[in-house]
């Protein structure tokens, strides 16, 4: 398989058409080997229009739906991020490949020696993967820059609003099947925050997500 070709087409037929404009992450995308965080079962489905299964139920995004994150969050050199589900390291090494540093949380201890492994390989050395339950995030490196939240939630919790800095930004995907809303939030201020729903799509839903109190008559 010519896998230059086949990452060609990728950002060129799938992502760019999906309006993923920003140079940058087009550039990224060509970049960073998406290959050689793929199990070996699926490496030719690479850079397919389709969710790959990296096992323990998981599942990498659709390059498409990774190209507009990227494009909403416009990660700088300065910016520090928190990530929440680890997968297979690939979004990590992306975010990594323009942030200052990157922690990466996964719950599955399977997903964290893959995603270790995956990263320590591929020589990315500014992201740490940390082995736990990261829906409510990690305070101890709050306030990020950044948080990226990799699988499906009802809501966001308050409690990852609260870890980001002024001028901060979060991405998460809200709702529930069979449509949920990629959304960005902006801390303004100190307590205040711009929402954007930036596309409708449906993704996993994150392990051990919160789930809204049922009202009882």
């Known amino acids: 398989m010519n896998f230059e070709k086949a990452r060609f087409n990728m950002v060129e037929q799938q992502i760019r058409p999906w309006e993923v404009l920003d ?3 087009l550039d990224l995308l060509m970049t960073v080997k998406r290959e050689e965080f793929v199990p070996a079962a699926y490496r030719e489905l690479a850079f397919a229009d389709v969710e790959i299964p990296i096992g323990c139920g998981q599942v990498m995004l659709k390059p498409v739906i990774e190209g507009k994150i990227l494009q909403a969050l416009r990660v700088t050199k300065s910016d520090t991020v928190l990530e929440i589900g680890a997968g297979s390291g690939w979004f990590a090494a992306l975010l990594a490949a323009r942030a200052e540093w990157v922690r990466t949380m996964e719950i599955e201890p399977e997903m964290v ?3 270790s492994a995956n990263l320590e ?18 305070s101890g490196r709050a306030p990020y820059d950044v948080i990226v ?3 499906g939630l009802p809501f966001v919790p308050q409690s ?5 800095k002024v001028g901060g930004r979060l991405f998460a995907f809200v ?8 959304r960005l939030i902006t801390c303004e201020a100190e307590g205040r925050f711009r929402t ?3 596309f409708e799509t ?3 839903m994150l392990e051990n997500a919160p789930q809204r109190e049922a009202f009882s008559f």
Request: glycine residues 14%.
């Open 23 to 25: 140079q940058d992450v």
């Open 113 to 115: 020696k893959l995603a």
């Open 121 to 138: 390989r591929n020589g990315v050395q500014n992201v740490v993967v940390v082995d736990g339950d990261g829906v409510q995030g990690w």
């Open 149 to 151: 939240v990799s699988g």
């Open 160 to 164: 990852l609003l609260e870890q980001l």
């Open 175 to 182: 709702g529930e099947a069979p449509v949920m809303k990629a």
């Open 196 to 198: 954007e729903d930036v």
């Open 202 to 204: 449906v993704v996993p």
